[in-house]
């Protein structure tokens, strides 16, 4: 169980192969539209992208940050809730069976035509809506993953606290809250993503301009005035983002579970 | 009991009350499977006993009838001293070990459970684990351990508690030979240390004939009791039972129940 050293993790082929497939890509794109001369409100070769970004950077970044503000919020909301209504519905069957639908229903509706309703109801707070957007989009995987959990407890541990008399509480706390925490990390590791989507894609439909807009609106003024370059500057931020927010969570699903899940286990171990 | 006659002569057991009581018992599932049926079977207080029997034939559920886990379709289960039913200890056929939890609080449990503090348990716990030789484990989790250390864990998470009865549902069924001959030899001593009751569920002759002082072999379709037979050996046994001629017979002769019990 030793600790490798940090050289020794970045030059391991867990980080070694994606990081060649993503050098051989960026190449091929830059040969592409240098063989073919594409103009750059077409397709804008790598360096060009790279470029605005770096000319754009106070502007873009401010943008990035107004997203993630209302990703955040939006994902610890959902973690929140998806977690408390997850256990809610473990404790009375009944809530489980009367409510469990809607849930469903709120993650087949598409954001896209709930998201104007959304925004015009509560167009007083314009933050609020957005978050609102997000959390349905983040909200679902955690709560059917985490319910799935709560109820996928060993037969024999069930039958161990029942032996020892173990209240409802205690079976709870001890029992089926660590059971279901590694699908309830695996549900905040695809809601992360989600949230962020939801996000850019309410501020898409908002359209917010001024000085507090997010990235999406950044995004969507770029493609209307052809600064494809810039476009894809915002792009690669929000890719940036989703890519990081990804990273964060494997690390904390990782720090929490590397004593004793299977998931987290080094496999040379 | 009347094929083991040949074999059976007085054994102390055999003069004391019984613990635990089965009269006519049957157990059917929802599905319609007959798991038991007309069930008759007594405990002896202090008593080594091992059921023996094929997959399907009902073993397991006597221990989780006996053990309050679920309740008899037809017939009586009784306890003759009822505060044993309180004092009763589970060792399940995988350890069944809280895998986030560390050898400690994995033995813990039980007392946690029924609402001690950390501090009032110290002690009790660190005596059970050192009862099946794990001290210096403490901090290990369910993972690291070998499959016979982690049984281990179970077995003292059962005794932490100070049990009268131990219900043991194939304990060592996944270990190996050398493994489960050991962990044999220290159930054994600790029976006989501890004075407890206990009824072990196994498929296996050897195991069952080395350790008991009673053995019931059960059949199948529908689970039933086929014969009970005293393996009057004196304690503590060893190698030299194994090898001896009288073992062979006991085992010959539950080997012949087992195959009836199969038709």
């Known amino acids: ?269 | 009991m009347t094929s083991s006659s040949a074999y059976s002569s007085p054994t102390p057991f055999q003069d004391v009350a019984p613990a635990i009581t089965l009269d006519r018992v049957s157990k059917v599932y929802p599905s319609g499977t007959i798991a038991l049926q007309d069930v008759d079977l007594s405990v002896k207080q202090g008593e080594f006993l091992s059921l023996v029997g094929p997959s399907g034939c009902g073993k397991s559920t006597v221990l989780g009838l006996i053990a309050g886990l679920s309740k008899p379709t037809q017939g009586d289960l009784q306890w003759t001293q009822p505060d044993y039913r309180k004092e009763l200890a589970f060792v399940f056929q995988d350890s069944s070990l809280l895998p986030w939890s560390n050898v400690e609080d994995n033995v813990r449990l039980p007392l946690k459970l029924s609402g001690q503090s950390k501090k009032q348990t110290q002690q009790s716990v660190a005596e059970a684990i050192a009862l099946v030789g794990l001290t210096g484990f403490e901090g290990a989790f369910p993972r690291q351990l070998s499959g016979g250390m982690k049984m281990r864990v179970s077995i003292a998470r059962a005794i932490v508690t100070q049990p009268k009865v131990l219900l043991m549902d194939e304990p060592f069924g996944a270990l190996d030979e050398i493994t489960r001959n050991r962990l044999n030899e220290d159930v054994m001593n600790l029976w006989r240390q501890k004075r407890w009751t206990v009824v072990f569920v196994t498929h296996n002759i050897y195991e069952a004939v080395y350790l008991s002082s009673r053995v019931a072999v059960m059949g199948v379709n529908p689970g039933r009791i086929m014969t009970d037979l005293v393996i009057d050996a004196p304690y503590p046994r060893s190698e030299a039972f194994r090898q001896s001629p009288e073992f062979g017979q006991y085992r010959r002769h539950l080997a012949q129940a087992l195959a009836e019990g199969m038709e």
């Open chain 1, 1 to 269: 169980m030793r600790d490798k050293s940090l050289v020794e993790k970045l030059l391991s082929p867990d980080v070694l192969a994606p990081f060649a497939v993503g050098i051989v890509f960026v190449l091929a794109w830059d040969v592409l539209v240098r063989v073919t001369g594409l103009p750059p409100y077409l397709l804008p070769g790598p360096l060009l992208v790279i470029q605005t970004l770096i000319e754009n950077w106070s502007e873009l970044f401010a943008s990035l940050m107004v997203t993630f503000q209302i990703t955040i919020v939006a994902f610890l909301t959902a973690a929140v809730s998806g977690l408390a209504i997850a256990v809610l519905f473990t404790i009375n069957k009944w809530i489980e069976r009367s409510f469990f639908p809607y849930a469903v229903v709120l993650q087949t509706t598409p954001l896209v035509a709930i998201a104007p309703l959304i925004i015009i109801w509560l167009k007083e707070n314009t933050f609020g809506a957005l978050v609102l957007c997000a959390w349905i989009a983040a909200f679902f995987p955690i709560l059917s993953n985490t319910t799935l959990g709560l109820n996928s407890v060993d037969r024999n541990l069930t039958n161990l606290f029942t032996l020892y008399n173990a209240s409802p509480w205690q079976r709870l706390i001890y029992l089926r809250l660590p059971s279901a925490l590694p699908y309830f990390l695996g549900g905040l590791r695809i809601s992360g993503g989600l949230a962020l989507i939801g996000a850019v894609v309410a501020e898409f439909v908002a359209g917010t301009g001024g000085s507090k807009s997010g990235i999406a609106y950044q995004i969507l003024i770029a493609s209307y005035n052809l600064q494809i370059p810039r476009m894809f500057a915002a792009l690669l931020l929000v890719t940036g983002l989703g890519i990081a927010i990804f990273a964060v969570l494997s690390l904390i699903s990782d720090a929490l579970l590397k004593e004793w899940h299977e998931s987290a286990m080094n496999p040379n171990q």
